[in-house]
């Protein structure tokens, strides 16, 4: 969750001009990127660039001024690499999978001040037929393997781990970074060769995902709450309620505090706006069926209690 007890914190999203034209030399190249309509910059060595464009070239943008500015370091052995952002002192990433995860956290968190609009959550993102849906899950319960799973069954890359839902329009941004895993995901999902193998992680660039990733913000339609049961004999879903749903929403969201009421009014609103779903899985081929089945219905809004 982000700490927005800091004064100053957030900054009013009207009135953020905070842009800045970084300086460069020969030796060093610049990844400029657009997230959230936020401008990034990350400054750094070409070798170090060619590895982060792996993993947000998808989100690279021609643009000269920048609210969030990066510098990323490498040690002569290029094993351990200090990040800094403006004005803040540096953090060592002690590997290329510690460098990808302290850049994506810092720059995330930084989106989720300048953007206090949108209500973030900790969720993968995919549309289908012009309908997003929501994959919750905690950390390393499978919501990145079932998301590449799911784009081999007709569904497009909307993100594998952060879905900022826009509360005027009810729509989600996209934030197409490279799928990251854990493990190689069973048969018949394997991984392409260009795949970033890190000695803890996997990254799958987005040009080499299976189905292509949607660049525009797309109607959310449905949620599903997943949890891995290896134990059940096959995988199943069970419809809930809006209260159960608005309450599992908001264990999974990570700006509450930029929101009224603590964020729960938002909550409640995005469940009663769409399907919600809870579904055990134990067999990814099962779960991407019962994901497709239940998308796969009239565009009616539901009407729960």
């Known amino acids: 969750?982000?700490?927005?007890?800091?004064?100053?914190?957030?900054?009013?999203?009207?009135?953020?001009?905070g842009r800045h034209r970084p300086c460069r030399d020969m030796k060093t190249k610049l990844l400029s990127l657009r997230v959230f309509d936020t401008n990034v910059s990350i400054l750094t060595d070409p070798q170090t660039e060619q590895l982060l464009r792996r993993n947000f070239g998808f989100l690279a943008a021609n643009v000269e001024t920048f609210d969030l500015e990066f510098t990323v370091q490498a040690d002569s052995t290029r094993e351990t690499f200090s990040v800094t952002r403006r004005d803040q002192p540096p953090l060592i990433a002690d590997d290329v999978a510690d460098l990808l995860f302290i850049v994506e956290k810092d720059m995330t968190i930084e989106l989720q001040k300048i953007r206090r609009d949108l209500y973030f959550l900790h969720s993968a993102a995919l549309e289908f037929n012009g309908k997003a849906c929501m994959i919750v899950a905690p950390s390393g319960s499978g919501k990145s393997t079932t998301t590449w799973a799911l784009l081999h069954h007709g569904f497009r890359y909307l993100s594998d781990e952060l879905?900022?839902?826009d509360l005027s329009t009810m729509e989600i941004e996209p934030y197409p970074h490279a799928l990251n895993l854990k493990s190689d995901p069973p048969p018949p999902y394997p991984l392409p060769e260009s795949t970033l193998r890190t000695p803890?992680?996997?990254?799958?660039?987005?040009?080499?995902?299976?189905?292509?990733a949607v660049p525009h913000a797309v109607p959310l339609f449905a949620i599903f709450f997943l949890r891995y049961t290896p134990d059940q004999d096959r995988s199943t879903i069970l419809a809930l309620n809006t209260a159960e749903a608005s309450a599992r929403l908001y264990a999974n969201t990570l700006n509450l505090l930029a929101h009224p009421q603590g964020g729960i009014d938002a909550a409640i609103a995005i469940a009663k706006q769409c399907r919600c779903y809870s579904i055990h899985s134990n067999d990814l081929t099962q779960t991407c069926g019962l994901v497709r089945r239940a998308m796969d219905v009239p565009d009616a809004k539901p009407h729960r209690s």
């Open 1 to 17: 969750m982000v700490d927005y007890d800091v004064p100053g914190f957030p900054p009013d999203r009207k009135t953020h001009t």
């Open 200 to 212: 803890g992680t996997l990254h799958v660039p987005v040009d080499a995902l299976p189905a292509a």
């Open 163 to 165: 879905a900022p839902v």
